[in-house]
């Protein structure tokens, strides 16, 4: 299964940007997908998951309220939606797929495939 992100960029606080993560080798309704980002001299932390029933989804108290993950079967993608970007928001974005239960979404380590990393940076 490779994974494909894209959609990083330099946005100023308070606007939007949507990433995108193309999936092959694989469909993406029979993943879990989730979305983490790492900050320069930080560890990897998550952001958001959806579980592959589609039916569940997890947040980081951080993001929630402000970034929606979903995804496109037809077009075998995931989606990162984030609204009010703030400067804490800046990181190297990750997108990654798994089979494991909907308990262990939110920890990294749990994730068989990943993408590469896009950047997004929140400034004025």
């Known amino acids: 299964v490779q994974l494909q992100a894209s959609g990083g960029g330099l946005v100023k606080p308070g606007e939007s940007l949507k990433f995108s993560c193309a999936v092959s080798?694989?469909?993406?309704?029979?993943?879990?997908m989730g979305w983490f980002r790492q900050a320069p001299s930080k560890e990897r932390q998550f952001v958001a998951a959806l579980h592959w029933s589609g039916g569940s989804t997890l947040y980081a108290d951080s993001v929630n309220g402000r970034f929606t993950i979903s995804r496109d079967n037809a077009k075998n993608t995931v989606y990162l939606q984030m609204n009010s970007l703030k400067p804490e928001d800046t990181a190297v974005y990750y997108c990654?797929?798994?089979?494991?239960?909907?308990?262990?979404?939110?920890?990294?380590?749990?994730?068989?495939?990943w993408g590469q990393g896009t950047l997004v940076t929140v400034s004025s």
């Open positions: 080798g694989g469909t993406v309704r029979t993943y879990s």
């Open positions: 990654a797929a798994t089979k494991v239960v909907l308990s262990g979404l939110r920890t990294p380590d749990h994730y068989n495939y």
